[in-house]
Antibody, heavy 121, light 108 residues
Framework: EVQVLESGGNLVQPGGSLRLSCEASGFNFRNYAMTWVRQAAGRGLEWLSSLSGSGSSKFYADSVRGRFTISRDNSKNTVFLHMDGLRAEDTAIYYC???????????????WGRGTLVAVS | SFELTQPPSVSVSPGQTARITCLGDTLPKRYAFWYQQKSGQAPVLVIYDGSRRPSGIPGRFSGSSSGTTATLTITGAHVEDEADYYCASTDTPADRWVFGGGTRLTVL
């Protein structure tokens, strides 16, 4: 069974840093792109960043480019999101999702974690 | 930047057909993907590559596209289909994803 499990969410002060982790199981991790998506309370989904299976291609939303960094450790089946310069508007549930392919497109996000809460205040 | 536009809400009675649209300039060149999110839960992929259904998704869910509009159709909606539905697609070149604003489907 495919599973992804986020961790690392916390309360942090504005300007602070946080690293989220997403541990995956049940599939050949290195063969699939991984993505981070967030959702503020009562709001819609916002794509943040995607990373190809090899880790060679990284993409970011304009809202987080230069502040957030995505990476992966294929030996540990884990993808990370390092967040610097956090702002109040970064407060949200952060989801990790498995891609359907090794590249970020074609293919959508076919397995999601339950999310981890980041609060900036 | 590009955007995907969805109606905020759609309402149907049980057994009726629900159609949720997604408008975007890149949709003639890029597939639309559809996600269902029930209250308090993580999103679930219900349609990929415009019209394909992942295993485990009921056959009443279907996707189609014409020009700049993609449509999610739920034929014979069930009460348990009540949820927020989001379309998503990529820009050209495919270096970022965008979600539509979401559509709240009410089945009652």
């Amino acid at each position: 069974e495919v599973q992804v499990l986020e961790s690392g969410g916390n309360l942090v002060q504005p300007g602070g840093s946080l690293r989220l982790s997403c541990e995956a199981s049940g599939f050949n991790f290195r063969n699939y792109a991984m993505t981070w998506v967030r959702q503020a309370a009562g709001r819609g989904l916002e794509w943040l960043s995607s990373l190809s299976g090899s880790g060679s291609s990284k993409f970011y939303a304009d809202s987080v480019r230069g502040r957030f960094t995505i990476s992966r450790d294929n030996s540990k089946n884990t993808v990370f999101l390092h967040m610097d310069g956090l702002r109040a508007e970064d407060t949200a549930i952060y989801y990790c999702a498995k891609g359907q392919n090794t590249a970020i497109y074609p293919g959508g996000f076919d397995n999601w974690g339950r999310g981890t809460l980041v609060a900036v205040s | 930047s590009f955007e995907l536009t969805q109606p905020p809400s759609v309402s149907v009675s049980p057994g009726q057909t629900a159609r949720i649209t997604c408008l975007g300039d890149t949709l003639p060149k890029r597939y639309a993907f559809w996600y269902q999110q029930k209250s308090g839960q993580a999103p679930v992929l219900v349609i990929y590559d415009g019209s394909r259904r992942p295993s485990g998704i009921p056959g009443r869910f279907s996707g189609s596209s014409s020009g700049t509009t993609a449509t999610l159709t739920i034929t014979g909606a069930h009460v348990e289909d009540e949820a927020d539905y989001y379309c998503a697609s990529t820009d050209t070149p495919a270096d970022r994803w965008v979600f539509g604003g979401g559509t709240r489907l009410t089945v009652l």
